[in-house]
Nanobody
């Protein structure tokens, strides 16, 4: 059974940084596309960033492009989300997700395994 465990959320001021981590167990991390999604209160869960198996290609939502960086360490079964220049609108629960390979890595339907989420709150 695949398990994803996120960490690194917290309360910060606008302009600060946070680094989220997600460690995966029970699966073949090195052959799995990975993504970060977020969900704010009353809103849908949106794709924030995703990364291919090798890490050679990444995708970012327009709202975070230039501020967030997704990366992965296949030796540690871990994917990261470095969040810089945080804004109040980045406040959300952030979810790590692992893909099945059935769909292209930027297609949200690719993601079938989910973590429990970690809260990031940015105060203005």
């Amino acid at each position: 059974q695949v398990q994803l465990v996120e960490s690194g959320g917290g309360l910060v001021q606008a302009g600060d940084s946070l680094k989220l981590s997600c460690t995966v167990s029970g699966g073949t991390f090195s052959t799995t596309v990975m993504a970060w999604f977020r969900q704010a209160p009353g809103k849908e869960r949106d794709l924030v960033a995703c990364i291919t198996v090798s890490g050679s290609s990444t995708y970012y939502a327009d709202s975070v492009k230039g501020r967030f960086t997704i990366s992965r360490d296949n030796a540690k079964n871990t994917v990261y989300l470095q969040m810089n220049s945080l804004k109040s609108e980045d406040t959300a629960v952030y979810y790590c997700a692992g893909g099945s390979g059935t769909y292209y890595y930027t297609d949200r339907r690719a993601y079938v395994n989910w973590g429990q989420g970690t809260q990031a709150t940015v105060s203005s």
